[in-house]
């Protein structure tokens, strides 16, 4: 049995280029807006990680079945009609945070906005730098 290839690993698509192709004006605006957030959040450039996500920073992950690769720390996707990003939650004040970000919705290990408008971006930010905080603890650079 041979193990599926990882699609999402790192490649050489410049990540200013994909962002500019974004259709929708204002949600094209809004992922400049994360990239800036997340690279100084990070001290990480961005990276595209896979056809569609923008990733900052690197961890390598193994799991129990002994699959493992490597991730981005943290990042997002500009898809049509939200995006999302790719945060880790289970640290002290997730739920406090989550709770004043606004509106949005969640799957795993995701969060889905529609627009930046939509929640409070000084919450965002603090649930980014959380979610960071909380990787750096398992997965120390």
Same mark, same amino acid.
Do not use: N
């Given at each position: 049995?041979?193990?599926?290839?990882?699609? %999402? $690993?790192?490649?050489?698509?410049?990540? %200013? =280029?994909?962002?500019? =192709?974004?259709?929708? +004006?204002?949600?094209?605006?809004?992922? /400049?807006?994360? =990239?800036?957030? @997340? %690279?100084?959040? %990070?001290? /990480?450039? #961005?990276?595209?990680?896979? #056809?569609?996500?923008?990733? *900052?920073?690197?961890? /390598?992950?193994?799991?129990?079945?002994?699959?493992?690769? !490597? @991730?981005?720390?943290?990042? *997002?996707? #500009?898809?049509?009609?939200?995006?999302?990003?790719?945060?880790? !939650?289970?640290?002290?004040? /997730?739920?406090?945070?989550?709770? +004043? &970000?606004?509106?949005?919705?969640?799957? $795993?290990?995701?969060?889905?906005?529609?627009?930046?408008? !939509?929640?409070?971006?000084?919450?965002?930010?603090? &649930?980014?730098?959380?979610? &960071?905080?909380?990787?750096?603890?398992?997965? #120390?650079?």
């Amino acid at each position: 049995m041979t193990k599926a290839e990882i699609k %999402t $690993k790192p490649t050489a698509v410049d990540v %200013t =280029a994909f962002i500019d =192709a974004v259709a929708d +004006e204002k949600q094209r605006a809004d992922a /400049h807006k994360l =990239a800036q957030m @997340m %690279t100084r959040l %990070t001290g /990480h450039a #961005p990276k595209m990680w896979g #056809p569609s996500i923008i990733g *900052f920073g690197q961890y /390598h992950y193994k799991y129990d079945s002994g699959r493992e690769g !490597d @991730m981005a720390r943290i990042g *997002f996707s #500009p898809r049509k009609g939200q995006t999302v990003l790719y945060i880790t !939650d289970g640290f002290a004040g /997730h739920a406090e945070l989550m709770a +004043e &970000l606004g509106k949005y919705k969640t799957g $795993k290990s995701c969060l889905y906005i529609k627009r930046l408008s !939509d929640v409070d971006e000084a919450v965002l930010e603090q &649930l980014c730098a959380a979610s &960071l905080r909380y990787m750096d603890s398992k997965y #120390p650079e």
